[in-house]
Nanobody
Framework: QLQLVESGGGLVQPGGSLRLSCAAS????????IGWFRQAPGKEREGILC????????YYADSVPGRFTISRDNAKNTANLQMNSLKPEDTAIYYC????????????????WGEGALVTVSS
């Protein structure tokens, strides 16, 4: 069964940090581009950033560079999203996805999606 599962979501205060993990099963994540997306309450899903299969990083959201970083842990077949300096407007359900390419910020290049992890930034 091909599956992605996010973990690490939760409640964090403004200015804090959180790390999300995305674990793959049934396929080797290193062979794929990995994207992170989010959907805030009442808003459409937006792309955050993506790492290609050759480890080139594409930032979709202007607010992300300098705060969010993506990495792979091939030994664990996972990908991580490190989020620093979090703001209340970062509150959303965060999704990881794996696919063929990063060029579509709407996620059109992704084949597999996780079910999402809720991140709440609030004091």
């Amino acid at each position: 069964q091909l599956q992605l599962v996010e973990s690490g979501g939760g409640l964090v205060q403004p200015g804090g940090s959180l790390r999300l993990s995305c674990a793959a099963s049934g396929f080797i994540l290193d062979y794929y581009a990995i994207g992170w997306f989010r959907q805030a309450p009442g808003k459409e899903r937006e792309g955050i950033l993506c790492v290609s299969d050759s480890d080139s990083i594409t930032y979709y959201a202007d607010s992300v560079p300098g705060r969010f970083t993506i990495s792979r842990d091939n030994a664990k077949n996972t990908a991580n999203l490190q989020m620093n300096s979090l703001k209340p407007e970062d509150t959303a359900i965060y999704y990881c996805a794996a696919g063929q390419y990063c060029s579509d910020p709407t996620g059109g290049g992704m084949d597999y999606w996780g079910e999402g992890a809720l991140v709440t930034v609030s004091s």
